[in-house]
């Protein structure tokens, strides 16, 4: 019997991005194996009435594999959205092919939150594996024009997405973009 030591990939893309914005269910969405969660119960954030925004917090990565067009495996890798987490998502970035993060597009303050969360991530890997998907755009206060101003002033050729991390076609779509896959188009070999 061969031993087998280590993950079965050798590609992985990390989502990064704020407390409940999605990066959990994105994984869960796309992966085509059991996803390996680490949620908790969540007491951080609460609204008025003792009524949860998200029942649970990921305090660890949620791992899970993808089948990429080319029928290869990829690693995709939830992280904590919390601040005092950070070290748990610093630790996947660095090895990551690609780096999404999921932003939401829809309350007040959403283009200083893709302004900071760039900022940051942009401090921990380079611009070229980054790739930016927004929630909730149906949604949104502010137009995607808005958004790619933002993102330009850290690296114009950073790509934008909508998407919604429960559509597992939007899912692939970020995956595709994050690694660099050209889009597939039916009838065309």
């Known amino acids: 019997m061969k031993s087998v030591i280590g993950g079965t990939t050798n590609r992985q893309v990390a989502f990064v991005g704020p407390f409940g914005v999605g990066k959990t269910t994105a994984v869960c969405t796309v992966s085509d194996s059991s996803v ?9 954030m609460m609204l008025r009435g003792g009524r949860h925004l ?4 990921t305090v660890g990565l949620e791992i899970g594999q993808w089948s990429a067009p ?4 990829v690693s995709i890798v939830g992280t904590p959205g919390q601040e005092r987490f950070d070290v748990v998502r610093k630790s996947a970035m660095p090895r990551s092919n ?13 283009l200083l939150d893709a302004e900071l969360w760039l900022e940051f991530i942009a401090n921990e890997v380079p611009t070229h594996k980054l790739t930016v998907a927004l929630t909730r755009f149906e949604h949104a206060q502010v ?9 330009d002033r ?8 909508t998407a919604d991390p429960r ?3 939007d899912v692939d779509r970020v995956l595709r973009t994050a690694l660099r896959v050209p889009a597939v ?4 070999g």
């Not at 390996?36 to 951080?44: I, N």
């Not at 998200?54 to 917090?57: D, E, G, P, R, S």
């Open 167 to 169: 559509a597992k076609d």
């Open 70 to 73: 080319d029928g290869s495996r």
């Open 36 to 44: 390996a969660t680490t949620d908790v119960a969540s007491t951080a």
């Open 54 to 57: 998200k029942a649970t917090t």
């Open 143 to 151: 137009p995607l024009e808005e958004f790619r101003s933002v993102i």
């Open 185 to 188: 188009v039916e009838g065309v």
């Open 98 to 110: 690609g780096v999404v993060i999921w932003l939401y597009s829809h309350h007040e303050h959403a």
């Open 154 to 161: 850290q690296d114009a050729q950073i790509p934008v997405l």
